[in-house]
């Protein structure tokens, strides 16, 4: 699961590497919001900072910089300090932000070994989601109550239906229900590829499932050009090919594709104003 800390330092290095540096001497600014990941921002950044500084040097940027964050209140903070071009952010991350923002889809990525795409009720005793309700409900992804019912259970559930047992880490959530503590949790694609792996894990089951999720988003912010932001949408399905290739499969990344607001209509429908 060490891998969730570099996937995204290390994609957005190989994003930058088809972009291009901002006319002024202000640095082109590039902000990575994943939530719910495993591993820290101190650990992830120095990644993100050597990628972004040798593509720099490669396309003769005057400056570049990308940071990486793991929390919304402390994105917002770069935000507004930093009027960053680009960001590659969570989906829910997005939904909130994006009218907030004035945010423009330009692109997605679909990684493995990130999760946030599927989402799942599990259980060593239930059978069902109703077996569920009333019960304890471990999670780490409940603290957004506006995307996990409208998004990810699409009425199906209220988190009020549940005895909510907040975690704070991916791990956690799974040992609750493997220890007993808790008799079900919710949890993501790639906390429910981690399941089989924990001891005791094989007897906790999936009991329930969402729909899959559209994958993360790339998004261009108000101050980005125009001419800026085009280019870089038509270079943007270029950056795992040739060079870049072994790059992209060494931390699990599938695609990186342009995309638009149709793309994610359904989910920005579901979330609401």
């Not at 989906?91 to 990525?109: K, P, S, T």
């Not at 799942?120 to 995307?147: E, M, P, Q, W, Y």
């Not at 907040?166 to 229900?177: D, F, G, M, N």
């Not at 270029?238 to 060079?243: A, P, W």
Request: with cysteine; glycine share 6%.
């Amino acid at each position: 699961m060490r891998l969730f800390t570099f996937v995204f330092p290390l994609l957005f290095a190989v994003l930058a590497a088809v972009s291009t540096a901002s006319a002024d001497d202000v640095p082109l600014r590039i902000l990575v919001l994943k939530e719910h990941g495993v591993g820290s921002p101190t650990l992830a950044q120095p990644y993100l900072d050597r990628f972004v500084a040798n593509a720099a040097q490669q396309n003769e940027w005057k400056d570049a910089k990308g940071q990486y964050y793991v929390t919304r209140t402390a994105a917002e903070q770069f935000i507004a300090t930093h009027k960053p071009y680009y960001g590659i952010l969570s989906l829910a991350a997005f939904l909130d932000f994006r009218i907030r923002h004035n945010l423009e889809v330009i692109g997605r990525v679909a990684v493995s070994l990130i999760g946030g795409q599927q989402y799942f009720l599990i259980s060593k005793t239930a059978t069902d989601l109703a077996g569920c309700k009333g019960r304890k409900l471990a999670s780490d992804h409940t603290v957004d109550k506006r995307f996990i019912e409208k998004v990810v259970a699409g009425g199906a559930f209220q988190l009020a239906d549940f005895e909510l047992v907040p975690t704070q880490r991916p791990l956690q959530t799974l040992k609750e229900v493997i220890a007993g503590n808790s008799d079900c949790a919710l949890i993501d694609d790639a906390q429910l590829g981690e399941l089989a792996k924990i001891t005791g894990g094989a007897n906790v089951k999936s009991v329930w499932s969402s729909d899959k999720l559209p994958p993360t988003v790339v998004v261009a912010f108000p101050n980005a050009p125009t001419l800026e932001r085009q280019r870089f949408q038509r270079n943007f399905t270029k950056v795992c090919e040739l060079d870049a290739k072994p790059a992209c499969a060494e931390v699990g990344i599938l695609s990186l594709d342009m995309a638009s607001a149709a793309d994610y209509a359904a989910v920005v429908a579901a979330y609401g104003h």
